[in-house]
């Protein structure tokens, strides 16, 4: 797995709609804050990254083992692989 290049869980990806479009679901719950969002490609998570105090995106990879989410910031259109740790271009994240 370390020299490869290509992501294996693009079948993932679906056409998701993100469950809490205003923010990070967990940190809504608890009145928590973030500083970006991730969203889960699979199932529409939306989560905090791991700049934020609750890192949500990465802990609902553990939880549910979700592979790919991209970026929900605006402007931002790159994904990420959690699984591969590769970086996925909007070309690769279009189904
Ligand atoms: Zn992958
Ligand atoms: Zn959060
Ligand atoms: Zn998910």
């Keep these: 797995m370390a020299s490869q290049t290509q992501c294996s869980h693009l079948d993932r990806i679906r056409d998701v709609e993100p469950k809490t479009p205003q923010g990070c679901e967990e940190c809504l719950a608890t009145n928590g804050w973030w500083i970006h969002l991730r969203l889960c490609l699979e199932c529409g998570h939306v989560g905090c ?16 083992h979700h592979p790919i989410m ?7 259109e790159w994904g990420w692989c959690y699984v591969d740790e590769l970086e996925l271009t909007p070309e690769e994240l279009q189904r």
């Design 49 to 64: 990254c791991d700049q934020s105090p609750g890192k949500h995106a990465t802990k609902h990879f553990h939880k549910t």
């Design 70 to 76: 991209r970026s929900f910031e605006p402007g931002e």
